[in-house]
């Protein structure tokens, strides 16, 4: 049976390890790029090199930055007594699309998961908290996912960064704006119940 | 509700099978070993994605196949279309031709009540038998339900991990218990309300096919006496000892009992029998209470072993069916198919694998 080169076999396998690639992908990615034209393939390939050699974690909030502070965090406009606490790097692109929260940020890098071997160690706490002694921190808006993890880990934080002066905040869960009740699931609408807040 | 069309591939001994069914009563006629059971798994898997015989996956594929499918065409509120496909590397579950993303999407399609000699695990098996059908009764009748069982079970493993840990962070404990307590109330508060709904029903089904007087009674017994979250701190010390969670929803008990005896020790097997069936036919009925029509009733040859008394309890519960345009599907040997049911009835014959009319 005739099989295909090694440096492709190879580069199919490289490529499988990518996230959302699955083997059927992986192969014909792999077929296009070694029949491709030499110049656009060297130019992704620098490109990859590039944006890794670039690409670091902010010293400060923990976002990806090619600059570190990065721009939200050098950014004199925004207010430095807010701090809003995400799970991952791009949780932060997430909450800045809205364009309505106008504080920094703070990247956990996780949450808490026992199940793997994810500890508060593991996580940027101990930058959180050297933070907090250093800038003048009113609030903290923690914006972690709602599942059981996030939920956890937003309760550990609260008992942790609690200190005198500083609020601590948790996004509200519920509805989705612009959708009618029919499409919510029972979780989310006996939480959007719970949450509740007087209206007039 | 009915199943319309049943399409195997290369499941348990059918390399391929394409069978159209009415409503009504289908008599599934064989000898043993010959796949009757095996048409009756594949419609409660298309129901709950799971065997009755409580096997996986790799289990139902044909001997020497790599993967097997099962569809189906399911008509109760609309028709809708099932195509289930599972190997080792891959699991393909899609409704109407889409991909379901969220189980709660697709449970309720097909609902299917199995009648089967492992029932009796209901009554003599451990306690998690008996929660798991709590949880099934449930699952099939509040949405929301299979969604905060999962949040409870992850809230449950995280916290033992933690407990197996030599020094838990005790904060992160508490994250994890605050979780386990909030979904926990949900579930007991849920599993109450049922069990007082259902409790009844079991009753009366239970007296219909026993042959003494005798009253079947469930009995909800939380793990939690009162407050969750008390108890579960004051098991602190307990928790230290065998390192995992000790009270909780995974530890609650549905007692089974027979004229106020636990019928798992005080019962003959003739009673265990009759409180199983008791339980199976409540179940069948608290799901046509609840939806309004009856689910798939699946009979795995139990009729044959029944006395005439217990299978005369069955037949309401069948003219039901029949009446509202629901479906049976009974499977039996030739010679002891319950000729009582009279002749109302798609006779099938199962042999090798192959499933025949019998006009």
Same mark, same amino acid.
């Given at each position: 049976?005739?099989?295909?080169?090694?440096?492709?076999?190879?580069?199919?396998?490289?490529?499988?390890?990518?996230?959302?690639?699955?083997?059927?992908?992986?192969?014909?990615?792999?077929?296009?790029?070694?029949?491709?034209?030499?110049?656009?393939?060297?130019?992704?390939?620098?490109?990859?090199?590039?944006?890794?050699?670039?690409?670091?974690?902010?010293?400060?909030?923990?976002?990806?930055?090619?600059?570190?502070?990065?721009?939200?965090?050098?950014?004199?406009?925004?207010?430095?007594?807010?701090?809003?606490?995400?799970?991952?790097?791009?949780?932060?692109?997430?909450?800045?699309?809205?364009?309505?929260?106008?504080?920094?940020?703070?990247?956990?890098?996780?949450?808490?998961?026992?199940?793997?071997?994810?500890?508060?160690?593991?996580?940027?706490?101990?930058?959180?908290?050297?933070?907090?002694?250093?800038?003048?921190?009113?609030?903290?808006?923690?914006?972690?996912?709602?599942?059981?993890?996030?939920?956890?880990?937003?309760?550990?934080?609260?008992?942790?960064?609690?200190?005198?002066?500083?609020?601590?905040?948790?996004?509200?869960?519920?509805?989705?704006?612009?959708?009618?009740?029919?499409?919510?699931?029972?979780?989310?609408?006996?939480?959007?119940?719970?949450?509740?807040?007087?209206?007039? | 509700?009915?199943?319309?069309?049943?399409?195997?591939?290369?499941?348990?001994?059918?390399?391929?099978?394409?069978?159209?069914?009415?409503?009504? =009563?289908? &008599? &599934?006629?064989?000898?043993?070993?010959?796949?009757?059971? *095996?048409?009756?798994?594949?419609?409660?898997?298309?129901?709950?994605?799971?065997?009755?015989?409580?096997?996986?996956?790799?289990?139902?594929?044909?001997?020497?196949?790599?993967?097997? =499918?099962?569809?189906? %065409?399911?008509?109760?509120?609309?028709?809708?279309?099932?195509?289930?496909?599972?190997?080792?590397?891959?699991?393909?579950?899609?409704?109407?031709?889409?991909? @379901?993303?969220?189980?709660?999407?697709?449970?309720?399609?097909?609902?299917? @009540?199995?009648?089967?000699?492992?029932?009796? /695990?209901? %009554?003599?098996?451990?306690?998690? $038998?008996?929660?798991? =059908?709590?949880?099934?009764?449930?699952?099939?009748?509040?949405?929301?339900?299979?969604?905060?069982?999962?949040?409870?079970?992850?809230?449950?493993?995280?916290?033992?991990?933690?407990?197996?840990?030599?020094?838990?962070?005790?904060?992160?404990?508490?994250?994890?218990?605050?979780?386990?307590?909030?979904?926990?109330? $949900?579930?007991?508060?849920?599993?109450?309300?049922? %069990?007082?709904?259902?409790?009844?029903?079991?009753?009366?089904?239970?007296?219909?096919?026993? *042959?003494?007087?005798?009253?079947?009674?469930?009995?909800?017994?939380?793990?939690?006496?009162?407050? =969750?979250?008390?108890?579960?701190?004051?098991?602190?010390?307990?928790?230290?000892?065998?390192?995992?969670?000790?009270?909780?929803?995974?530890?609650?008990?549905?007692?089974?009992?027979? *004229?106020?005896?636990?019928?798992?020790?005080?019962?003959?097997?003739?009673?265990?029998?009759?409180?199983?069936?008791?339980?199976?036919?409540?179940?069948?009925?608290?799901?046509?209470?609840?939806?309004?029509?009856?689910? %798939?009733?699946?009979?795995?040859?139990?009729?044959?072993? &029944?006395?005439?008394?217990?299978?005369?309890?069955?037949?309401?519960?069948?003219?039901?069916?029949?009446?509202?345009?629901? /479906? @049976?599907?009974?499977?039996?040997?030739?010679?002891?198919?319950?000729?009582?049911?009279?002749? *109302?009835?798609?006779?099938?014959?199962?042999?090798?694998?192959?499933?025949?009319?019998?006009?």
């Amino acid at each position: 049976m005739a099989s295909l080169p090694d440096s492709i076999t190879a580069l199919i396998g490289s490529l499988g390890k990518l996230p959302g690639i699955g083997p059927r992908s992986a192969e014909r990615i792999a077929l296009y790029l070694a029949q491709a034209e030499t110049g656009a393939v060297k130019q992704l390939a620098q490109g990859i090199l590039d944006a890794r050699d670039r690409v670091r974690l902010c010293e400060i909030c923990g976002a990806l930055t090619e600059a570190s502070p990065c721009a939200l965090c050098s950014d004199p406009r925004r207010d430095a007594g807010q701090v809003c606490v995400v799970e991952r790097p791009v949780d932060v692109l997430s909450i800045e699309k809205p364009g309505t929260f106008i504080g920094r940020y703070h990247v956990l890098g996780g949450k808490l998961s026992p199940l793997n071997a994810i500890e508060p160690g593991d996580l940027r706490i101990a930058e959180l908290e050297q933070r907090l002694q250093r800038e003048p921190i009113l609030e903290l808006v923690l914006a972690l996912g709602a599942d059981v993890e996030g939920d956890a880990t937003s309760f550990y934080l609260a008992k942790r960064l609690s200190r005198p002066g500083l609020k601590i905040t948790r996004i509200a869960h519920g509805l989705p704006a612009g959708s009618g009740l029919e499409f919510a699931d029972e979780l989310t609408l006996s939480r959007a119940l719970e949450g509740r807040r007087e209206f007039l | 509700m009915h199943l319309a069309h049943l399409r195997l591939r290369d499941f348990r001994n059918y390399a391929r099978l394409d069978a159209d069914f009415s409503p009504g =009563f289908h &008599l &599934l006629l064989g000898d043993n070993a010959q796949g009757k059971t *095996n048409i009756l798994e594949a419609i409660y898997l298309i129901a709950t994605l799971r065997s009755f015989r409580g096997v996986g996956g790799a289990q139902m594929i044909r001997r020497g196949q790599s993967a097997y =499918f099962v569809g189906g %065409v399911v008509v109760g509120r609309g028709e809708h279309e099932v195509k289930l496909y599972w190997s080792a590397r891959e699991r393909k579950l899609s409704l109407d031709g889409r991909p @379901v993303r969220k189980l709660t999407d697709y449970l309720g399609v097909a609902r299917a @009540v199995v009648f089967c000699t492992e029932d009796l /695990q209901l %009554v003599k098996g451990p306690a998690r $038998s008996r929660r798991r =059908f709590l949880d099934l009764l449930l699952s099939q009748t509040v949405p929301a339900y299979l969604a905060l069982r999962q949040r409870y079970a992850l809230a449950l493993r995280s916290r033992n991990s933690l407990l197996k840990q030599p020094a838990p962070d005790a904060v992160a404990l508490d994250g994890f218990s605050r979780e386990l307590v909030s979904a926990g109330e $949900s579930l007991i508060r849920l599993r109450a309300e049922l %069990v007082r709904k259902f409790s009844p029903l079991a009753t009366l089904a239970c007296q219909r096919i026993s *042959n003494q007087d005798e009253e079947l009674r469930l009995e909800y017994r939380p793990s939690v006496r009162e407050d =969750f979250g008390v108890e579960l701190a004051q098991s602190r010390a307990q928790e230290r000892l065998y390192r995992t969670t000790v009270v909780g929803p995974h530890r609650d008990e549905l007692q089974l009992l027979l *004229n106020d005896c636990p019928a798992a020790q005080f019962g003959s097997e003739g009673q265990k029998r009759t409180v199983a069936i008791g339980l199976k036919l409540g179940q069948a009925e608290y799901l046509t209470g609840f939806h309004g029509a009856p689910p %798939v009733l699946l009979i795995d040859d139990i009729m044959g072993e &029944l006395d005439a008394k217990r299978r005369a309890g069955f037949l309401p519960l069948l003219e039901l069916a029949r009446q509202s345009r629901g /479906q @049976v599907f009974m499977t039996a040997t030739e010679e002891n198919w319950p000729r009582e049911l009279g002749g *109302n009835l798609q006779r099938w014959g199962v042999r090798e694998g192959t499933l025949q009319s019998q006009a």
